[in-house]
């Protein structure tokens, strides 16, 4: 049994971590803000003896003890991470300086949830680890990307100047329930629609290109991830390895909820990552991990979520 300590742990990805880990026998504290996770995700883990909540802003020092913690804490969604981009940073750079502050304290292994953002609008299709990226650093996706970037910085100057045990991840596009209705991700927004009737949003031509992984997925690998060797630090990737464009993804999502909805065609966000999509070898030959949920079986299950969503609203 391990103390663990989630942050963002009230948030999409964050709620099917903690739930993983009490599963496993852990003792999880879960932080959160409550930016954009909420109580309702984490509310049938309240019972629990093993699981903790605490609302706290990374941004502030932290005094707990624990074995391992998993730095989840940062809006992920563009429109929540666009809404107070400035706090964004601060999130992403104040929080690895605490969290890692923590870890060395404590002396706790400490796993960083860093993103496919880094690599920005690549020029090298698709993406691997060695690959440093594409990124504006003046544009409306910096604050995530950039703040991101530096928390990765941040991670391997820790173990070089401290010699913590870090972890980092780089997650891509990463759906599931718990997702939130209304921050306009493609997945949620596009399932929403559909079971609303309303027009399905395309931006730009939908040619554009990102690769989907179940949310059960992601979270096997972050937990393997955390499980390796002192001297593997990542960074590794992490997502599924099947390409769609967006026009495939709303189509898939037609014909999964049997709606008729309209593709109607809206302006493409400045910035927007033409294509995504990770190269796995390292996740495979480290981690011995690889995606087993094929996207129509992890939509059917984000779907079915949403619809009692939808019906509650
Ligand atoms: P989410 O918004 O559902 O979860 C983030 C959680 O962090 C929320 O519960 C939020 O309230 C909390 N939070 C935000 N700022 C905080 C602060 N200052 N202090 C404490 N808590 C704070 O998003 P998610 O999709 O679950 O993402 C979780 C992590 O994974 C994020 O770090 C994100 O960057 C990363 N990630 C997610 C994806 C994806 O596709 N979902 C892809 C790449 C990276
Ligand atoms: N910190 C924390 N919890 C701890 C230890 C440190 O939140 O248990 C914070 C601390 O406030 C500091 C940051 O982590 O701002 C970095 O800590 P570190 O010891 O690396 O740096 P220093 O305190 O020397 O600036
Ligand atoms: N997108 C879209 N319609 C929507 C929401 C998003 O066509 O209603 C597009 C968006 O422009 C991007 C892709 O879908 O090209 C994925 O967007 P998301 O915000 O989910 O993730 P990210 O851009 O961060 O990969």
Redesign the pocket.
Known sequence: MQRILV??G?????SHLCERLLGQGHDVLC???????SKRNISHLMGNPAFELMR????FPLYVEVDQIYN??????PI?YQFDPVQTTK?SVH?AINMLGLAKRVKAKILQ?S??EVYGDPDVHPQPETYWGSVNPIGIRSCYDEG?RCAETLFFDYRRQHNLRIKVVR????YGPRM?PNDGRVVSNFIVQALQGRDITIYGSGEQTRSFCYVDDLVEAMIRTMGTGDDFTGPVNIGNPGEFTMIELAEKILTLTGSRSKLVFEPLPSDDPRQRKPDIALARGTLGWEPKVALDDGLRETIAYFRRIVAAA
């Open positions: 942050t963002g009230a948030g999409f990805l964050g932080l959160d803000n409550f930016y954009t996770g706290h802003d990374v941004c989840l804490a940062c809006p992920a969604s929540h999130t929080g949830a993103t496919s991101k997650i891509f596009n990463t939130h």
